[in-house]
T-cell receptor, first 114, second 114 residues
Framework: SAVISQKPSRDICQRGTSLTIQCQVD?????MFWYRQQPGQSLTLIAT?????????ESGFVIDKFPISRPNLTFSTLTVSNMSPEDSSIYLC???????????FGPGTRLLVL | AQSVTQLGSHVSVSEGALVLLRCNYS??????LFWYVQYPNQGLQLLLK??????LVKGINGFEAEFKKSETSFHLTKPSAHMSDAAEYFC????????????FGQGTILTVHP
């Protein structure tokens, strides 16, 4: 399995500001995923980030709001832009294991927007 | 298209009792199925998975699940609940393609009473 770390682990932000979340993996992976888990809800895929190409966003998520960078095979960032209280969620980074069928998750970033 | 339904958003059992968390799925292709556990203030941890082969799969912490194609189910069980099992459990399905995404159920919160 992959070991995934995220920074920050939690943050409290003011509306209108932006926060960049970092995801670091201990091995090289092709595909990285960003999920959102709103309070009391399940996980929703925001986008898939492949190294060397533009991220692919799911319906309801746009690049202007959630820009993603993927500079190399072990690192990605997700920015939550122009935040509002509705963005208060847990944001999780995920990667696929070597077998290609299992996704492993980071510990998450707990974001509260006031 | 694929979807997951977890029956029961909350399940409460006594310590030592049987744990049964229900998951039904729909998938247009043979599915890969997963159970994840999320402890408070933590990320998701893989409990077990079904890809191919034996339909009864064993996971960590004494959990197991049985893939029943005729019932489109993948229920999670544990013979004897422990206080440390209290967490939220997510069932997920993947269609098995490179670009197919992991789809999660709504989650079931398991409470274990002394």
């Amino acid at each position: 399995s992959a070991v995934i770390s995220q920074k920050p682990s939690r943050d409290i932000c003011q509306r209108g500001t932006s926060l960049t979340i970092q995801c670091q993996v201990d091995s090289q992976v092709t595909m990285m995923f960003w999920y959102r888990q709103q309070p009391g809800q399940s996980l929703t895929l925001i986008a898939t980030a492949n190294q060397g190409s533009e991220a692919t966003y799911e319906s309801g998520f746009v690049i202007d709001k959630f820009p993603i960078s993927r500079p190399n095979l072990t690192f990605s960032t997700l920015t939550v832009s122009n935040m509002s209280p509705e963005d208060s969620s847990i944001y999780l980074c995920s990667v696929k294991g070597q077998g290609g069928e299992t996704q492993y998750f980071g510990p998450g970033t707990r974001l509260l927007v006031l | 298209a694929q979807s997951v339904t977890q029956l029961g958003s909350h399940v409460s059992v006594s310590e030592g009792a049987l744990v049964l968390l229900r998951c039904n799925y729909s998938s247009s292709v043979p599915p890969y199925l997963f159970w994840y556990v999320q402890y408070p203030n933590q990320g998701l941890q893989l409990l077990l998975k079904y890809t191919t082969g034996a339909t009864l799969v064993k996971g960590i912490n004494g959990f197991e699940a049985e893939f029943k194609k005729s019932e489109t189910s993948f229920h999670l069980t544990k013979p004897s609940a422990h206080m440390s099992d209290a967490a939220e459990y997510f069932c997920a399905v993947w269609g098995g393609t490179s670009y197919g995404k992991l789809t999660f159920g709504q989650g079931t919160i398991l409470t274990v009473h002394p």
